[in-house]
């Protein structure tokens, strides 16, 4: 069964950084594509990036490109996301997510596994 555990969320100032880990665990395969997910308070959940962990392609929601950069390590079926210039916007709760497939993917329906999620907050 596979399992996601997610690290890193907290609380800073607009302007800070925050790196997200997402840990997977129970997996035999690179054939596989891990994103993230976030819902702020009373809105639906917003695709935030995906990583392909097979050849590494990567995509961005436009509300992130260029403060957020997603990596991945195969060895220890950890993905990465390093979030600067954070804006109070970003807040909410960042679900990790796993999809069976190659090609990354906004979708929700492209994605089998989710984490519990971890907390983001940007304020003043």
């Known amino acids: 069964q596979v399992q996601l555990v997610e690290s890193g969320g907290g609380s800073v100032h607009p302007g800070g950084s925050l790196r997200l880990s997402c840990a997977a665990s129970?997996?035999?395969?690179?054939?596989?594509?891990i994103g993230w997910f976030r819902q702020a308070p009373r809105k639906g959940q917003e695709g935030v990036s995906c990583?392909?962990?097979?050849?590494?392609?990567?995509i961005y929601a436009d509300s992130v490109k260029g403060r957020f950069t997603i990596s991945g390590d195969n060895a220890k079926y950890t993905v990465y996301l390093q979030m600067n210039n954070l804006k109070p916007e970003d807040t909410g709760t960042y679900y990790c997510?796993?999809?069976?497939?190659?090609?990354?993917?906004?979708?929700?329906?492209?994605?089998?596994?989710w984490g519990q999620g971890t907390q983001v907050t940007v304020s003043s």
């Open positions: 990583i392909s962990m097979n050849d590494g392609r990567t």
């Open positions: 129970g997996l035999t395969t690179n054939y596989y594509i």
């Open positions: 997510v796993l999809g069976r497939a190659v090609v990354p993917s906004m979708s929700r329906t492209a994605y089998d596994f």
